[in-house]
Antibody, heavy 119, light 107 residues
Framework: EVQLQQSGAELGKPGTSVKLSCKVSGYNIRNTYMHWVNQRPGKGLEWIGRIDPANGNTIYAEKFKSKATLTADTSSNTAYMQLSQLKSDDTAIYFC????????????WGQGTLVTVSS | DIQMTQSPSSMSASLGDRVTITCQASQDIGNNLIWFQQKPGKSPRPMIYYATNLANGVPSRFSGSRSGSDYSLTISSLESEDMADYHCLQYKQYPPTFGGGTKLELK
């Protein structure tokens, strides 16, 4: 069974960074891309970027190029996203998502990590 | 970026109603569109792949269709468990872009 288990809620002060994790079980993360998506309170979904864990190649949405950094550790089957220079506008739930071993994009999602930015 | 204009942003309907939600793409995306259902406090769940294909385990009252650049999700007979937010996503071109979402509530 494929599971994407995300790390717990984060409270970050403005100007600091947080690093979120997404630990995968049920498939080898080297086999497919990992995507990250956010959802601000009461708002829709927004694609942040994706990483190819096999080689570390990344693609970001333009507005997240200086905000998010995606990495992956194939030895622990875990993907990471670091958010830097936190602002109140970064308060959101952040999801990781992948196709797992299926042929269907975004088939599997983590449960989400709430990041709250507050002084 | 490809813009996905989703409508309505919210709607209320009665049990047994036929409900249709639409996304309009600003550029050609072919059938590269996914519909998601999201319940409060939960992650999105894929419902329709490739614009018209039902995902595994999704009830047959859900269907997807396309007319030109307009993509629709239809629930043929609304049930209480269908109350949720619905989102479309195009993945024809990077960056993948979502519609603004539709909140479906019980009348």
């Amino acid at each position: 069974e494929v599971q994407l288990q995300q790390s717990g809620a984060e409270l970050g002060k403005p100007g600091t960074s947080v690093k979120l994790s997404c630990k995968v079980s049920g498939y080898n993360i080297r086999n497919t891309y990992m995507h990250w998506v956010n959802q601000r309170p009461g708002k829709g979904l927004e694609w942040i970027g994706r990483i190819d864990p096999a080689n570390g190649n990344t693609i970001y949405a333009e507005k997240f190029k200086s905000k998010a950094t995606l990495t992956a550790d194939t030895s622990s089957n875990t993907a990471y996203m670091q958010l830097s220079q936190l602002k109140s506008d970064d308060t959101a739930i952040y999801f990781c998502a992948s196709r797992g071993y299926s042929s269907s994009l975004f088939a599997y999602w983590g449960q989400g990590t709430l990041v709250t930015v507050s002084s | 970026d490809i813009q996905m204009t989703q409508s309505p942003s919210s709607m209320s309907a009665s049990l047994g109603d036929r409900v249709t939600i639409t996304c309009q793409a600003s550029q050609d995306i072919g059938n590269n569109l996914i519909w998601f259902q999201q319940k409060p406090g939960k992650s999105p769940r894929p419902m329709i792949y490739y614009a018209t294909n039902l995902a595994n385990g999704v009830p047959s009252r859900f269907s997807g269709s396309r007319s030109g650049s307009d993509y629709s999700l239809t629930i043929s007979s609304l049930e209480s468990e269908d109350m949720a937010d619905y989102h479309c996503l195009q993945y024809k071109q990077y960056p993948p872009t979502f519609g603004g979402g539709t909140k479906l509530e019980l009348k």
